[in-house]
Nanobody
Framework: QVQLVESGGGLVQSGGSLRLSCAAS????????MGWYSQAPGKQRDLVAF???????NYAHSVKGRFTISRDNANNTVYLQMNSLKPEDTAVYYC?????????WGQGTQVTVSS
């Protein structure tokens, strides 16, 4: 089983920045996608961004131009640079890894953006 460990969440004021990290370990396949979903209280999990093994990226419209996802394949780690944060970004951010349809989840990290 793949294990994902997240870090980097915290409390930041509106307009500030955070950088999330997600490190994968366990059974690793070379072809995969990793990224984050966000989930606010009482809401569904929504895709924020993902990046494929070869570096192709995709972003939710709401974060384009503000967030940047990247990965270090050698360390099986993905990063989400979150700039110009808004209160509406407040949520638990769950890292995920997709290996040929098998989905693995990180433990979640809280991001809180104050006004």
């Amino acid at each position: 089983q793949v294990q994902l460990v997240e870090s980097g969440g915290g409390l930041v004021q509106s307009g500030g920045s955070l950088r999330l990290s997600c490190a994968a370990s366990g059974s690793i396949f070379s072809i995969n996608a990793m990224g984050w979903y966000s989930q606010a209280p009482g809401k569904q999990r929504d895709l924020v961004a993902f990046i494929t093994s070869d570096g192709r990226t995709n972003y939710a419209h709401s974060v384009k131009g503000r967030f940047t996802i990247s990965r270090d394949n050698a360390n099986n780690t993905v990063y989400l640079q979150m700039n110009s944060l808004k209160p509406e970004d407040t949520a638990v951010y769950y890292c995920y890894r997709n290996e040929m349809g098998h989905i693995y989840w990180g433990q979640g990290t809280q991001v809180t953006v104050s006004s």
